[in-house]
T-cell receptor, first 110, second 114 residues
Framework: SQQGEEDPQALSIQEGENATMNCSYKTSINNLQWYRQNSGRGLVHLILIRSNEREKHSGRLRVTLDTSKKSSSLLITASRAADTASYFCATDYNNNDMRFGAGTRLTVKP | DAMVIQNPRYQVTQFGKPVTLSCSQTLNHNVMYWYQQKSSQAPKLLFHYYDKDFNNEADTPDNFQSRRPNTSFCFLDIRSPGLGDTAMYLC?????????????FGEGSRLTVL
């Protein structure tokens, strides 16, 4: 079973705009990770945020974590057409289980 | 250089004909995962190995088995594939120290059951 839910399921924006995706999860976690997947490919790790962290940045990515609400958000600033992909959050559910949320399909129009 | 390699990339099989998918890694990671991903869905964890310890998800069908003969290799065996097993199968590795770290994925094996 999946650990969490993501919203929106799909997001379509223009190049240069910001994209925000949200992830909610059900149980306590050690860390939360975000991944990107281009169509038909494997997943690529973007960023990891630990349960004692509230915000983390990596290039154009900003991730927040609210453990009291069991939620996280991924912000991509100044989006590019090449950012078009599906984005998944994942949490270490139990004993090294890594479970993924339903994902957000992002389309960035040039 | 690819660090997690899956073979074959594409496999077509007949209903009920056993299939084996392989995964190898050059990262010397202690954890290896198998995920099933159906079209437009999230990856679903089937099982994982922590070193030699096998951890099966409760809802993984008995039809799915796995072997890890050594640190570098892991296999997914589907004993009698059904039409519903058509999916992308993803292998991932991780080094677990203080909690689960980053997962490194292979490019996946796309299985079609006819």
């Amino acid at each position: 079973s999946q650990q969490g839910e993501e919203d929106p399921q799909a997001l379509s924006i223009q190049e240069g705009e910001n994209a925000t995706m949200n992830c909610s999860y059900k149980t306590s976690i050690n860390n939360l990770q975000w991944y990107r997947q281009n169509s038909g490919r494997g997943l690529v790790h973007l960023i990891l945020i630990r349960s004692n962290e509230r915000e983390k940045h990596s290039g154009r990515l900003r991730v927040t974590l609210d453990t009291s609400k069991k939620s996280s958000s991924l912000l991509i600033t100044a989006s590019r057409a090449a950012d078009t992909a599906s984005y998944f959050c994942a949490t270490d559910y139990n004993n090294n289980d890594m479970r993924f949320g339903a994902g957000t399909r992002l389309t960035v129009k040039p | 250089d690819a660090m997690v390699i899956q073979n074959p990339r594409y496999q077509v099989t007949q209903f009920g004909k056993p299939v084996t998918l392989s995964c190898s890694q050059t990262l010397n990671h202690n954890v290896m995962y198998w995920y099933q991903q159906k079209s437009s869905q999230a990856p679903k964890l089937l099982f994982h190995y922590y070193d030699k310890d096998f951890n099966n998800e409760a809802d993984t069908p008995d039809n799915f088995q796995s072997r890890r003969p050594n640190t570098s290799f892991c296999f997914l065996d589907i004993r009698s594939p059904g039409l519903g097993d058509t999916a992308m199968y993803l292998c991932a590795t991780s080094r677990v120290q203080l909690g689960t770290g980053e997962l490194f994925f292979g490019e996946g094996s796309r299985l079609t059951v006819l």
